[in-house]
Nanobody, 116 residues
């Protein structure tokens, strides 16, 4: 079965940086439509923040544009470099893989806390 294992996250002061990584297994590269990162803050809905569609195409939520960078490699690892972090970036971050058939797979989630 498809498994996504996340690493990274933690506590950082405002203005700092963190890097999240997610390793996918149980799915072949040619069956991946997209790899991305979502986040969910307390009391809020899960939101898409960065998406890699392959072929170098990426999309970002306006609030993280210019601060966050998504990258992926042929080993099915997707990473999120987060710079100039703000308290409002505090959330649980989830990696996501969507297959060509439209199935969504999720990582276990990792907490990111930005202190002011």
């Amino acid at each position: 079965q498809v498994q996504l294992v996340e690493s990274g996250g933690g506590l950082v002061q405002a203005g700092g940086s963190l890097r999240l990584s997610c390793q996918a297994s149980g799915i072949i590269n040619t069956n991946i439509r997209s790899m991305g990162w979502y986040r969910q803050a307390p009391g809020k809905q899960r939101e898409l923040i960065a998406l890699s569609l392959g072929g170098g195409t990426t999309n970002y939520r306006d609030s993280v544009q210019g601060r966050f960078t998504i990258s992926r490699d042929s080993t099915k690892r997707v990473s999120l470099q987060m710079n100039i972090l703000k308290p409002e970036d505090t959330a649980v971050y989830y990696c996501n893989v969507q297959s060509l058939a439209g199935s969504d797979y999720w990582g276990q989630g990792t907490q990111v806390t930005v202190s002011s």
